[in-house]
C-alpha cells in the first residue's frame, strides 16, 4: 500500500542518520516538587499531562533542558491523555484541549531550537489506556476493539491539529491495544487529512513478554504488516534485558528500529521509583545497540535525564550528525508467519508442511458443534490445546451451523476464548466478511483468512483483502471464478494471477500474505473429464510458484 504523507520529514532524516529522543518527563517533573497549585487545584494533582494547561511553564523546562543537550525528538506531554485515563481527573471532554496544547508547546520549542543543520522533531505520545482487550477479565476488557480506536482517534486527532511530527505508541502492553491505536489513529489521519509516519513500541519485561505473554517474534509479526514506520522497544527495564529482543528485531525487521529504555530497573526507595542506571553505561548500551544491532532510534524512558541523553548525543557524534550516526540498512523483507497472542509460526515449516488442525470446526466435528451450541467455551479451549499438543501449528475455526443464525457472535466467543488461552494462530473459517471482521477485531494476532475466491466476481474478495489488509491478516485464495472451479493449470493459474493483482497491486498486501490453494476434483467419478484433474493441479500449483 502506497502511503500518501504529508509530513514525512521524520522518515527522510531517519534515511540519513540515526536519531535520538529525549528522557523521561515524569522523572523530570517529579524533580521540580510541584505542587497541588502548579496542577490547578487537589482535583487534578499528579496529572502531569494537564500541567500543559494549569502550569506549561514546568514542561517547558524539561522540554529545553533535553533540546539544550541536542536530542533531535522531544516527546508531548501526553501519555495518557485519552479519554479513560484522563477520566480519572474528570478531565475526558477535554482530551482535544490538552493533546493539542501539548504538541503547540513541543512544536514551538522544536522550531525555535531547529537550525538547517539539525531540525528537531515532535513526537505525540500515546501511551495505554488502561484497558486489556486481550486478557479474560471482565473488567479490563469490556471495551470493544472500535471503542478503543476511538478512543486513540480523539487523541490523535489533538496532537495533528498541534503539529507533530509522528505519532508514538508506546509503553504498550497489549497487542490488540496496539492493534486499536494503530485503527485508531489512521482514522484521525482520514478525519484531517494529514498523514503522519507512526511509530509503534511495546514494552517488555524481564522474560522477554509483553504483559499479556506476548514475546517479541510474535509483536513483530502482528505489527510490521499494519504499515507502521517504525517498531521498537521501550520503558519496563534497562537496555541490558532488552538486549535479546532487541537483537532479534535488528535482525528481523524490515522496518527501522527504535530503543528507548529505562534508566534500569526500578528500585522501590522510600516509597519512590528510583532507577539506578547512570548515564554513562545507559550511553554506552544505546551505541552498542546501533552498531552491534543496527538500531535506528534511541532515546531514554523512565529515570533518564539530559545528563543521561548528553551522554548519548556526545556518543553518537553530537548535533554535527557524523558519519557514525549514519542508519544502517535493514533486512529487506522478513520471513511469512502468523501469530497468535503469544507466538509466531512460520508459514513455511522446516519441514514442511504447515499442519492446521480442524477439530474446532462446526461442518467436520460433531463434538466440536454440540460444544458449540451449548456454549461450552472451556471444552471447545481442551479440543483446541490437543490439537496443538498433537502437532498443528494453527487452528482452524468455524462457527457456521444450520440450528442458530448467531454465527458472528459465536466466531468472537470462541476466538476470545481461544486467543487467551492457546498459544497457536488461528484460521477464520467462513464465508461471510462481517464474520471475519468480528474475529480479526477480537484476535490479538496474526490470522489466515479461509477464504476467499470469484466466483461472484470481486465484491467479496474486495471486502476480504481490504479486512486483511487492514489487520495485517494473510489469506487463502481458491482458483474458483465466475465460470466455476478453475479444471486446467493454466484456468488456475490465470485466477490465481487475478487474485494476486487485486491483494498486492491494489490493497498492497505482500505476497507472502497470499496461499493459493489451487483445489481438485474428486478423481474417482469415473468422468473422463476429471481423469487428468490430480495432473492438473500438481502442475497449477508449479505455475503459481
Do not use: W
Not at 6 to 23: C, M
Not at 90 to 113: C, K, P, S, W
Amino acid at each position: 500500500m502506497d502511503i500518501r504523507y504529508t509530513n514525512r520529514r521524520y522518515l527522510d532524516a531517519l534515511q540519513e542518520r540515526v536519531l535520538i529522543f529525549d528522557g523521561a518527563m515524569g522523572t523530570n517533573l517529579q524533580a521540580q516538587h510541584l505542587s497541588a497549585t502548579h496542577f490547578g487545584g487537589e482535583q487534578f494533582n499528579g496529572c502531569n499531562d494537564y500541567l500543559v494547561i494549569s502550569f506549561p511553564q514546568a514542561v517547558e523546562k524539561v522540554h529545553r533542558a533535553f533540546l539544550e543537550v541536542g536530542v533531535d525528538v522531544l516527546e508531548t506531554n501526553t501519555f495518557r491523555s485519552n479519554r479513560i485515563t484522563l477520566a480519572e481527573y474528570g478531565l475526558q471532554g477535554r482530551v482535544i484541549e490538552i493533546n493539542r496544547t501539548a504538541a503547540a508547546l513541543a512544536r514551538r520549542l522544536a522550531d525555535e531550537y531547529s537550525t538547517a543543520d539539525h531540525p528537531r522533531f515532535v513526537a505525540g505520545s500515546i501511551g495505554p489506556s488502561g484497558k486489556l482487550p486481550s486478557a479474560d477479565d471482565p473488567e479490563l476488557s469490556n471495551i470493544t476493539f472500535d471503542e478503543l480506536a476511538d478512543v486513540f482517534r480523539e487523541q490523535a486527532t489533538g496532537l495533528i491539529q498541534g503539529g507533530v511530527d509522528l505519532m508514538l505508541i508506546e509503553t504498550s502492553q497489549d497487542i490488540l491495544e496496539v492493534r486499536a491505536a494503530i485503527a485508531g489513529i489512521r482514522q484521525a489521519f482520514e478525519q484531517t487529512d494529514v498523514y503522519l509516519p507512526i511509530q509503534a513500541q511495546v514494552t517488555l519485561d524481564t522474560t522477554g513478554r509483553m504483559l499479556l505473554g506476548t514475546d517479541i517474534a510474535a509483536a513483530l509479526t502482528i505489527l510490521e504488516g499494519l504499515h507502521i514506520d517504525v517498531i521498537g522497544l521501550n520503558c519496563s527495564t534497562g537496555p541490558e534485558h532488552m538486549r535479546q529482543p532487541i537483537q532479534y528485531l535488528g535482525e528481523n525487521a524490515a522496518l527501522p528500529v527504535s530503543c528507548i529504555p529505562n534508566a534500569g530497573l526500578p528500585l522501590n526507595v522510600d516509597g519512590e521509583a528510583v532507577y539506578p542506571l547512570e548515564a554513562e553505561p545507559f550511553s554506552q548500551a544505546l551505541v552498542e545497540f546501533v552498531e552491534k544491532y543496527h538500531i535506528s532510534v534511541v532515546g531514554g524512558c523512565c529515570g533518564t535525564t539530559p545528563a543521561h541523553l548528553k551522554l548519548l548525543v556526545d556518543a553518537l557524534g553530537g548535533p554535527s550528525l557524523n558519519a557514525r550516526r549514519r542508519r544502517a540498512p535493514r533486512p529487506l523483507a522478513s520471513q511469512p508467519r502468523l501469530a497468535s497472542s503469544a507466538r509466531a509460526v512460520a508459514m513455511r515449516q522446516q519441514p514442511p508442511p504447515l499442519l492446521i488442525g480442524e477439530r474446532c470446526n462446526a461442518q467436520g466435528s460433531r463434538k466440536f458443534k454440540r460444544l458449540l451450541l451449548a456454549e461450552d467455551y472451556d471444552a471447545i479451549q481442551e479440543i483446541a490445546r490437543e490439537q496443538v499438543e498433537g502437532g498443528a501449528h494453527a487452528l482452524d475455526i468455524s462457527t457456521a451451523v444450520t440450528e442458530r443464525s448467531d454465527e458472528l457472535h459465536l466466531m468472537r466467543q470462541v476466538v476470545k476464548k481461544l486467543a487467551s488461552g492457546v498459544e497457536a494462530p488461528l484460521v477464520i473459517d467462513t464465508t461471510e466478511p462481517e464474520v471475519m471482521e468480528a474475529a480479526l477485531k477480537t484476535a490479538p494476532g496474526r490470522c489466515l483468512l479461509n477464504s476467499t475466491h470469484l466466483e461472484g466476481g470481486r465484491a467479496k474478495a474486495e471486502r476480504v483483502f481490504d479486512l486483511a489488509r487492514r489487520h495485517n491478516a494473510a489469506v487463502l485464495c481458491l482458483t474458483i471464478d465466475e465460470k466455476g472451479m478453475a479444471k486446467t493449470a493454466q484456468e488456475k493459474l490465470g485466477v490465481a494471477r487475478r487474485l494476486y493483482d487485486m491483494a498486492v497491486g491494489e490493497f498492497g498486501l505482500r505476497p507472502e500474505a497470499l496461499v493459493f490453494d489451487t483445489l481438485t476434483f474428486t478423481l474417482a467419478t469415473g468422468d473422463p473429464e476429471f481423469a487428468n484433474s490430480a495432473i492438473e493441479t500438481l502442475e497449477g500449483i508449479r505455475l503459481i510458484k
